[in-house]
């Protein structure tokens, strides 16, 4: 079992950053694949970016050159750097482990980017 909680979310204007977190427990955090996912209201979650446990990154088209992805596994927790926010960027954010068969989710935490 994996728990993971996200954090860092909130209000910011066009342009802005944001760094959420997503702090993990009850496992071995290194052997996981660490993924962040999005959800807009009324839309489909898509996925955003993963750092495998190797740190190797892959990024959704829309958020490359301006999200990063970083693992620090010392502390069992996964950040995501977000800058040069867009309001089509507001979601809700989901942290996901990832483990053969095994797969656990956060609660989410809310970006919003607006004026």
């Known amino acids: 079992q994996v728990q993971l909680v996200e954090s860092g979310g909130g209000l910011v204007q066009p342009g802005g950053s944001l760094r959420l977190s997503c702090a993990a427990s009850?496992?071995?955090?290194?052997?996981?694949?660490m993924k962040w996912y999005r959800q807009a209201p009324g839309k489909q979650r898509e996925w955003v970016v993963t750092?495998?446990?190797?740190?190797?990154?892959d990024y959704a088209e829309s958020v490359k050159g301006r999200f990063t992805i970083s693992r620090d596994n010392a502390k069992n927790t996964v950040y995501l750097e977000m800058n040069s926010l867009k309001p089509e960027d507001t979601a809700a954010y989901y942290c996901?482990?990832?483990?053969?068969?095994?797969?656990?989710w956060g609660q989410g935490t809310q970006v919003t980017v607006s004026s």
């Open positions: 750092i495998t446990r190797n740190f190797n990154t």
């Open positions: 996901n482990a990832a483990r053969g068969v095994f797969d656990y």
């Open positions: 009850g496992s071995v955090f290194s052997l996981y694949h």
